[in-house]
């Protein structure tokens, strides 16, 4: 019996109607690597089952006091029942890629049941025409509360599914579990009762937070009743979100996004990630005749280096406000332009760098995608409801090199559904999984009403970077060859390359593959 803090009980007490605390982590398997060939529903129930010692939390559910008068506790659940949280289901024919999204997002949308554990999985076979994965693929989807998320203690989502090798070992037994018997009424009063009494002590912190929600606002609302314009322009990711959820994706090699990083100077693949999904949203904005003059504005976590403390040193996660420069036509500028606001940020320059990144999480991208998306979530309760944090969010994780195997099912897709709120309607979430960058993005459906157009807009922003990239070394060998000669003491000029005109996407000319 464990109380949550005050900082997961709000992830509790935030839920609505509309809007709930679920990362769904998304994964997609090519099983002809397993012995035989084939993965089967059973296997994988008695896989998870010896592994649960390893996310006690995933046999524990909440349990709320008497009349709220304190934070929630979290007990072991004595009706666990394993069947109720891996569910099997496949998709119908034809099984193409935007079936799944939409089975995808309808699942994530849906609220996790409060008298339960906080978590289902859901194993979705059915995946006949997806054009660039392995024929006999299937997906298992992974939902989680962010209060069920214990990034402070590091409990491993990942390695409760996964492997670094293809080899399968049988499972040890599983070690006999017997739930505690869940504490009474009377017992939670007492112990409420006995927190009341250092409840002075306490509220600073919850009190402290709650003013910063409340000054958020009241300069929220101060600006608009004055007419003053917000640091950023409202779009239509901004407003009240809906109870459902769109989900899409596309990849991309990732030696091209080094490539494409040589347009500008001193340029990093997490720059050019932020300027391809500026350069799609700004297309499909257009397409929407709805492109404001100003610079939209993303939330961006970034993992730090912080202090030591008792010795030791280890990262933790900010986040800055960037601006996407999506008032600028030319791409190499609006490349340019965000690579200076990286590069001017204090928080940016004490961000670790990609390939610390990576070490980082080689067996945990998982968690890096929960521990990003929960840090967004707590700085949006933060900043109020009419205070958004920014037009929209984009969370770039650099994931493991190396495959990762369930029951000898190779790993060919990661990626995560985030949960969305009232004011920022739209999360990017980009990760890379061996040569690969998976770009994918939920929003609100009312607000995305037509996912497929943005995808195909993302797609259409780094084609044309790409383009640009290949002129660019093409060009190269030339101007080496006859260097042009410039008066002494000129000073030296890079060569601006003028992006061809681009084409607008149409939701016709929209792939419904994840390519």
Known sequence: MRQLSEHDAAYIYSDSAHAN???????????????????????????????????????????????????????????????????????PKPGDWRQFCIQSSRIHARPLDLSRPLWEMYVIEGLDSFLDLPQGSFAI???????????????????????????????????????????????????????????????????????????????????????????FPMTRFNTEVSSQRVFETRRFALDEFKQIRTLVADSTVHDVVLAVCAGGLRAYLEIQDELPKDDLVAAVPVAVQSERVAGQAGPRLSWVRLGLATGIEDPVER?????????????????????????????VPSMAFAATS?????????????????????????????PLYLLGARLTYLSAIMPVHDGMGLVFSVTGYGNTIVVSFTACAEQVPDPEVLAQCIRNSFQ????????????????????????????????????????????????????
């Not at 009377?186 to 709650?210: D, I, N």
Request: hydrophobic share 40%.
């Open 335 to 363: 490349l340019a332009h965000i690579q200076q606001a990286s590069q001017a940020s204090s928080t940016m320059v004490h961000a670790l760098s990609a390939r610390e990144l990576t070490s980082l999480a080689e067996q």
């Open 464 to 515: 044309e970077y790409l383009a640009l990239a290949r002129k660019v070394v093409v060009a190269a060998p030339a101007k080496r060859a006859t260097p042009s000669r410039r008066p002494a003491g000129a000073s030296k000029r890079p060569a601006r390359v003028v992006a061809p005109r681009r084409s607008r996407a149409t939701a016709t000319g929209a792939s419904s593959n994840p390519t």
């Open 141 to 231: 989807l992974l939902k989680i509360h962010h209060a069920a998320i214990d990034v402070e203690h590091g409990n491993e989502i990942t390695r409760l599914l996964h492997d670094l090798t293809p080899e399968v070992h049988p499972a040890p037994p599983t070690a006999p579990w017997f739930p505690e018997d869940p504490p009474g009424d009377l017992t939670l009063l007492w112990r409420a009762g006995f927190h009341m009494a250092s409840w002075p002590l306490r509220l600073w912190r919850p009190v402290g937070k709650a003013w910063q929600a409340f000054r958020a606002t009241a300069e929220a609302v101060s600006r608009e009743l004055r007419g003053v314009p917000p640091a």
């Open 21 to 91: 605390s679920n990362v769904t982590l998304v994964h997609i398997y090519d099983q002809s690597t397993a012995p035989g060939g084939v993965v089967r529903f059973k296997q994988i129930l008695s896989h998870v089952e010896s592994r649960l010692d390893r996310m006690p939390l995933f046999r524990q559910k909440i349990v709320q006091v008497p009349l709220n008068l304190d934070y929630p506790y979290w007990v072991e659940d004595d009706n666990f029942q394993l069947e109720y949280h891996v569910r099997h289901i496949a998709l």
């Open 374 to 402: 929960k840090m967004l979530r707590s700085a949006a309760v933060v900043s109020g409801e009419w205070a958004p944090l920014a037009n929209c969010a984009i969370t770039n994780i650099p994931g493991s090199r190396e």
